[in-house]
């Protein structure tokens, strides 16, 4: 598979003939059949399928289909694993101006939006969208010579309708929240609109816009990041749904898919028509599949027996979708704005330049002039050709001027005066005064007489002390974020600690036990036993003891312990850069002004005064020679400096985009930890109930059975409600587990729905049963 260009590499501008990657991605499943071999070093997959003997004798059925695939993800393969090797390429050139698609696609419950969008449960689980946008934000803080502009959009498509997912009113108003979004609450987002039944049958896509531009160029580079979680591609044909509701989604579906393998086969086989107007779908991927994108596919499967027919046909559509070619090439224009106001600049600037070589120095620039260089002659109220002085209007406008030029920090800070030399002697009169500073530098041009005393001291002073109130004020800004961080989250490092062994804060809750349970795999100190029962806490202790959901609580604990301390480590990496800079800034700025006033003194000495008239060589004065020579060697590091200044300000930057980065995950991280105390709590109450009803012999050995186990993909709410309740019989009880989904079918608590559904597996189960 051709590799993206390097991170930051200036992309070729050829367009470039790139095939569509297809990864497969094998879900972990109970009991995966021996039938679906997987070689992960050699990327392929092998189905085996004996004949099925009821054909006949003459039966030429293939028995056994290999696939090969550009990567192969195993069951046990991580999510940081998948963003490396799947999306990271991606995104990386969609910084540098490629499009980039990252599809997938597979029948219902094989992990689509597991890999796209990421677990729930666990922090390690996040998926592809919210690992892309915290890489996004790193190396963008990395790339300290570009600027880039993100806007973001994720829309569903469902029943060839378009809907969005980041309405205005939802809580998502800041980058940051993103990753949270993906974190903890994608769930939410989907389960929260109208559409909530529909999210597995619903097409998702996530699409992140990128602006870049290098710093001081006109050139911007804009591209587009799909990720796309696809509805499952098998529904229709076999879940024989019935209600109109349903047969209608169903169909539209069917379509939506039918028409993207119909795009593909048209590509595939090169006709001349691509039918991408036939759905919405395909109108949106339209530059995924077959043009300027740079496009990756995952085939999700499970791995199980009962899944083998699905799973051919999902890596036979793999095959299909590789055979594709994208025309990949950089979208890349002139900002015409940027350009426009850009030499804008460059022509006024040139038309000043070309007015004080006319006029041999004398004339004002006029209606000419852009800047704020009128400022101090329209404060005069008359053109300074006709004076001889500056009047004390014009004095003190300038000096503001300087003042500001000086306080400027800005590398590119300009100087703006009227272009007169009378203006230039006295802007350089007022820097010498403000360099030299004290009383003791009291010999001002005559021109400025009597209104420069106040550069000295008290002016120097009050500069330190503003630079000391900037620092002071810095400070207090990271160790805001920092307090912002702890404060969101109401804790403190300290209070995690304490809090390691209580999975709530809830004061209704039995979690005042003080258990050091580690993982419901670690050996108890407490034995079940009946008495159990009667204190609460302890029960609850016996409980986490046993339960996955506390082993998420303490994961997350950790996790979240170690994100203060980086965040900690990063609060003071910025504040320790930013005092650096400030102190950098300062020798800069001091040296700059030694060096204009070298110059200054230098012109004096060679005979150039601006006035006209010659100073002969011998006539410097002996001190003001030595001044000059002691402020060249001042201004001499100041490349030196200056490289420093930059140097610590990309480090500044980087590190204060980490300190973003973290503060986002911590928010994800702790929203996750609020969900896993509350199913625990669940989980609690639901066992707790259960146990106290049956007098303790809910279960043969006391030991909770976690219904998470085998419902994962269900809200938490919903399971402990089943559990909790009636303890109802189980509706599927005789369905064969082979005949259920891998993920154990959840009940919507409609019961016509439900019945529906039971009746389902069952019709399916004795359908299989009578086939045997
Ligand atoms: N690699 C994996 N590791 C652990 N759990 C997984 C993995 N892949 C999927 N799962 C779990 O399997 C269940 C089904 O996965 P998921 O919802 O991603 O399937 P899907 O293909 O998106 O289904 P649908 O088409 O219905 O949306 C979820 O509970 C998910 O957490």
């Not at 209704?508 to 407490?526: F, I, N, R, V």
Request: charged share 25%; glycine share 8%.
């Amino acid at each position: 598979m051709p590799e993206p260009p390097e991170a930051g590499a200036t992309p070729c501008q050829e367009p470039e003939q790139q095939r569509i990657g297809v990864f497969l991605r094998l879900r972990p499943v109970p009991r995966p059949s021996g039938r679906v071999v997987a070689s992960p070093e050699e990327g392929w997959v092998e189905f085996n399928v004996p004949r099925d003997a009821s054909q006949g004798l003459i039966n030429n059925s293939r028995e056994s289909y290999r696939f090969p695939f550009d990567g192969l993800l195993p069951a046990e393969a991580r999510q940081d694993e998948v963003f490396e090797r799947v999306a990271a390429p991606v995104l990386l050139s969609a910084l540098d101006g490629y499009n980039g698609t990252v599809f997938a696609f597979g029948q219902t419950g094989s992990g689509k939006t597991f890999t796209i969008c990421g677990g729930t449960e666990r922090y390690a689980d996040r998926g592809l969208i919210p690992r892309a946008i915290s890489a996004l934000f790193a190396e963008a803080a990395r790339r300290t010579d570009h600027t880039y502009v993100l806007h973001i959009s994720y829309m569903e498509v469902y029943c060839e309708t378009g809907f969005d997912l980041l309405e205005p009113n939802r809580e998502v108003k800041a980058l940051e929240d993103l990753p949270k979004l993906f974190l903890g609450d994608t769930n939410r987002v989907v389960a929260e609109t109208p559409l909530n039944q529909a999210s597995s049958r619903s097409h998702c896509i996530f699409t992140l816009h990128i602006e870049a531009r290098r710093v001081g160029e006109s050139v911007v580079r804009r591209s587009k990041l799909h990720f796309v979680d696809l509805a499952g591609s098998e529904r229709v044909v076999k879940t024989g749904l019935s209600a109109h509701a349903q047969l209608k989604e169903a169909k539209y579906i069917n379509l939506s898919l039918h028409f993207l393998e119909q795009v593909i086969i048209s590509l595939q086989e090169g006709r001349a028509h691509v039918p991408y107007r036939n759905s919405m779908l395909t109108q949106v991927l339209r530059d995924s599949l077959g043009g300027n994108t740079r496009t990756v596919m995952v085939a999700a499967v499970a791995p199980e027996a009962a899944h083998i027919e699905e799973s051919i046909s999902t890596c036979r559509f793999a095959q299909r979708v590789a055979m594709i070619t994208n025309r990949v090439e950089v979208n890349e224009e002139l900002d015409l704005e940027l350009l426009v106001r850009r030499l804008k600049q460059e022509n006024a600037l040139l038309r000043q330049e070309l007015q004080l070589l006319r006029s041999g120095g004398t004339v004002v620039p006029g209606s000419d002039s852009t800047g704020g260089a009128g400022e101090a002659s329209a404060a005069a109220g008359s053109g300074p050709e006709q004076q001889q002085a500056l009047s004390e209007a014009e004095h003190q406008v300038l000096r503001r001027q300087v003042q500001a030029y000086v306080e400027d920090t800005a590398p590119d800070a300009s100087l703006d005066v009227q272009a007169s030399m009378l203006f230039i002697h006295a802007a350089f009169g007022l820097l010498k005064g403000m360099v030299r500073g004290g009383p003791a530098w009291g010999h001002q041009p005559a021109a400025l007489s009597g209104s420069s005393s106040s550069n000295s001291g008290p002016e120097a002073a009050a500069a330190e002390v503003r630079s000391l109130r900037q620092l002071v004020q810095d400070q207090e800004q990271q160790i805001g974020v920092l307090a912002g961080v702890l404060r969101k989250q109401g804790l403190s490092p300290d209070m995690l600690q304490q809090a390691d062994n209580h999975p709530s804060s809830s004061s209704s809750s039995p979690h005042h036990a003080t258990t050091s349970a580690t993982g419901h795999g670690a050996t108890s100190a407490l034995a079940f036993s009946e008495e159990l029962l009667e204190d609460q806490h302890k029960a609850f202790e016996y409980f986490c003891t046993t339960s996955p959901a506390h082993d998420a609580v303490a994961e997350h604990k950790a996790v979240l312990r170690g994100k203060y301390e980086e965040a900690r480590a990063l609060g003071a990496r910025v504040a320790a850069s930013k005092q650096r800079i400030g102190e950098l800034k300062a020798a800069v700025e001091r040296r700059r002004l030694a060096r204009s006033m070298a110059a200054l003194l230098r012109q004096q000495a060679g005979g150039g005064n601006g006035g006209g008239e010659q100073v002969e060589e011998g006539e410097l004065q002996d001190a003001e020679e030595e001044s000059a020579k002691g402020l060249i060697e001042k201004a001499r590091p100041l490349a030196g400096a200056a490289a420093c200044a930059s140097a610590e300000k990309a480090a500044h930057r980087e590190a204060y985009g980490s300190l973003r980065g973290v503060k986002a995950e911590v928010d994800g991280v702790q929203a996750m930890l609020e969900q896993a105390r509350v199913r625990l709590q669940r989980d609690f109450q639901a066992w707790y109930a259960t146990m106290a009803r049956s007098g303790g012999s809910g279960s043969s050995d006391g030991v909770p059975k976690h219904g998470m186990e085998h419902a994962a993909a269900a809200p938490a709410g919903e399971q402990q409600v089943l559990v909790a309740e009636a303890a109802p019989p189980d509706p599927f009880a005789g369905v064969e587990a082979e005949v259920l989904s891998a993920a154990r079918p959840l009940l919507t608590g409609n019961s016509q729905a439900d019945a529906d559904i039971v009746k389902f597996y069952q019709a399916r189960h004795a359908l299989l049963r009578s086939t045997r």
